[in-house]
DNA sequence: ACGTGGCCTG
DNA sequence: CAGGCCACGT
């Protein structure tokens, strides 16, 4: 009964956990002590708590505390029954049976009667008795203090229920809650109605101001999407409708609460529930948005990174179109060299960072209206028959003496079913006409992070061939996954955007070269775990295939004796290796060797023929030789040969008719001279080999 | 030693 | 077309 015993029970809710055995004997109050821990430290600290807690002192406990009595509550109760009962009765029950109980208080609580403390209850007890409002009061006596403790009683379980509600809430809630909790113990008589009605309006108060709070963030959050809304007001009509459904939600939200404050103390919980379900939803929302506009940034960065890099390669190898490839060229590829120029100088100005939507857009208009800028120029210098190549040795004479079924401005070679793609035509081709457009099956050059490989320095990009759709989808609308590890962004819930990548793995093979190159490693890690994450398949050729064969036979026509670096110029889709250069070495070396061996063959034919004057021989699209090897490098026919090679094979024939009328034959290594020269007319590869091909 | 090209063979 | 072998140049 000592008044030092309350304190000590007070913080025995984390004391007694670890070392008093009072828990024990405690039990009911303890137990809950444990549960409702927040709550008991915050009625501590609490203002009202403390005025209860001294409060407490001249008032009776009830009995039911083990209701809802905090642990200081509980002990407080426990402790200070006998006073609290005494004093009660001595001054509002001064009748009843129990009216010496003044005297049978302890001299400790006596003692502990300070004088303010005895002027406070009896201004809380006068307060009470007008609050209460029952004239009988004194005379029920008895009865009418059990109903009051009756309906206190109801009181402290309606406000333990409430109590146990609260605890759900967040934490700033449950601060005002057991403020409201912590005081209850104290009222166990109708005098606490004061108080109540005290703590009722701060409480009160602390709700408003957490509806200020919960609307202010419920504004931020808003004012933040709709920010986004403005700046990212590309696709409206899909947003709009999100937004619609968000503001409906949010606002019937914020309605309800504003309606019953009285009631709604159990359903704060419930409704900040929803409105942290909204706010989430906005998260949500705007994660996803921040992926898109991430993975779109992304994208275009590393393309018109790509672009930059192609160039730059270009230009620093002094690479320039040939003047076949000049004038063969279609008016799509003019155009597309035109555009490159002009992407370059693009992208360039443009911040990467900063290239969005819009940006594209943008670019691709001025990719055209540049190109027809361009177009003639370029048309002007593909006139010129320019050749950077060592000169044709003067033997030009023996040329053509022959009618060619091509002028000498040969028409534009081009693949007959499709015109090869350059890495621009694909973007320009994207950009211009859409996602919805397909490039017809394209591989999956997948990025390799492996960067040791040698050729990392001169093909700093690796392809990526994808084709890229738009789908309508909606967030949470999740593309159907293609078969054979085909690409799809969903899984992302990437909303517009949809990748599909390499459906058939014969695909690969077809068309290897055709490719969006896209710079793996200019992508943020951000952006490469993204591409992870959206499950592109990607596939670094570790092989050569028959799509490089033909490719390489296709090559042959403009190059005998391409140099390694060469090859892995024109093969960047194959992860070169000791063995993958020799082998594609080896196959110019039996290109040589079947070609030389059709010279030859043709030579000794013409001689045989009675053939007395090289200018009586000529290579034409018609002849015998062109005939067998055309069919050797372009079978499918489907490539049209350049006239610089029939002018090549040509040379090589009187090359090996001279020779042989010479007899020179006769030496083991006659064929070196003519090696020798037929080296020297290799002319470039055009660029479109880089890093395309034909269908 | 290594890379390359040519020749021969299968 | 590939493998083996050889020769040559660096």
């Not at 060592?390 to 033997?395: D, I, L, Q, T």
């Not at 951000?526 to 398949?537: G, K, V």
Request: glycine share 4%.
């Amino acid at each position: 009964m000592n008044l030092s015993l309350p304190d000590q029970s007070m913080h025995s809710s984390s004391e007694g956990c670890i070392e008093d055995d009072k828990a024990d004997v405690m039990l009911p109050c303890f137990h809950r002590n444990m549960y409702d821990e927040p709550l008991a430290s915050y009625s501590n600290g609490s203002i009202i708590s403390q005025l209860l807690r001294k409060t407490i002192h001249s008032k009776r406990a009830l009995d039911e505390s083990p209701f809802y009595l905090s642990s200081s509550a509980a002990a407080d109760c426990g402790q200070e029954d006998q006073s609290s009962v005494s004093s009660k009765d001595s001054t509002v029950e001064a009748a009843s049976p129990s009216g010496h109980a003044p005297t049978g208080a302890s001299p400790e609580g006596e003692h502990a009667m300070s004088d303010h403390l005895q002027a406070k209850r009896a201004r809380v007890e006068n307060i009470i008795r007008v609050m209460v409002g029952s004239p009988n009061s004194r005379q029920h006596g008895e009865s009418e203090r059990s109903e009051n403790e009756a309906r206190d009683t109801r009181e402290a379980r309606e406000a333990y229920r409430e109590n146990k509600r609260k605890q759900r809430l967040p934490q700033h809630q449950e601060h005002s809650a057991a403020a409201q909790v912590s005081r209850k113990p104290g009222s166990s008589s109708s005098d606490n109605c004061n108080t109540k009605d005290e703590e009722c309006h701060k409480l009160k108060e602390q709700l408003h101001s957490m509806q200020r709070l919960l609307r202010h963030l419920q504004e931020k959050f808003l004012q933040v999407y709709h920010q986004e809304e403005a700046e990212y007001d590309r696709d409206e009509t899909e947003v709009g409708v999100e937004r619609d459904i968000l503001g409906e939600s949010t606002e019937s939200h914020y309605i309800s609460a504003e309606d019953d404050f009285e009631r709604k103390n159990n359903r704060v919980a419930a409704e900040c529930k929803d409105r942290i379900k909204v706010a989430d939803y906005l998260v949500q929302q705007r994660e996803s948005q921040n992926l898109q506009e991430t993975l779109k940034q992304e994208l275009t960065r590393a393309v018109s990174d790509c672009v930059d890099r192609v160039f730059k390669n270009v230009s620093s190898k002094g690479f320039d179109l040939s003047p076949q490839q000049r004038i063969c060229s279609s008016p799509e590829m003019q155009i597309s060299t035109g555009a490159e120029r002009k992407s370059q100088q693009a992208s360039s100005a443009l911040d990467h960072s900063q290239a969005e939507g819009v940006g594209i857009k943008s670019r691709s208009l001025e990719y055209y209206e540049s190109s027809e800028a361009h177009s003639p120029q370029d048309q002007t210098e593909a006139l010129s028959l320019v050749v950077r190549k060592p000169a044709v040795p003067p033997m030009s004479s023996v040329t053509p003496t022959v009618k060619r079924p091509y002028p000498v401005h040969q028409a534009p070679f081009q693949f007959s079913y499709s015109t090869p793609l350059h890495d621009s035509h694909i973007l320009e081709h994207l950009l211009k006409y859409g996602p919805h457009s397909n490039f017809g099956g394209l591989p999956c050059l997948p990025p390799s992070m492996d960067r040791t490989s040698p050729d990392s320095v001169d093909l700093p990009w690796e392809t990526i061939a994808m084709r890229s759709k738009v789908t309508s989808s909606h967030l949470g609308h999740h593309a159907r996954p293609s078969s054979l590890g085909g690409v799809t962004v969903d899984n992302l819930c990437l909303p517009h955007v949809k990748i599909e990548c390499g459906e058939l793995q014969g695909m690969a093979d077809r068309n290897p070269y055709m490719s969006l190159n896209i710079s793996f490693h200019s992508l943020t890690a951000d952006s490469q775990l993204l591409f992870f994450s959206l499950n592109i398949n990607v596939n670094i050729q570790e092989g050569l295939t028959p799509s490089h064969l033909k490719k390489a036979k296709l090559m042959f026509f403009y190059t005998r004796y391409p140099s390694s670096n060469v090859l892995k110029t024109f093969f960047p889709d194959v992860k070169f290796n000791r063995c993958i250069t020799s082998q594609l070495i080896k196959w110019f070396s039996n290109f040589r060797e079947f070609y030389y061996i059709q010279m030859e063959k043709f030579a000794r034919q013409a001689i045989v023929d009675g053939v007395t004057d090289v200018k009586d021989i000529s290579v034409s699209r018609d002849s015998e030789l062109f005939r067998a090897l055309n069919m050797h490098y372009n079978k499918a026919n489907d490539f049209h040969v350049p006239d610089r090679f029939l002018e090549v094979a040509e040379i090589t024939l009187h090359e090996f008719y001279n020779a042989i009328s010479a007899t020179k034959d006769s030496d083991p290594s006659w064929k070196k001279a003519i090696y020798k020269v037929i080296c020297k007319l290799d002319s470039d590869v055009p660029e479109e080999f880089k890093t395309s091909s034909y269908l």
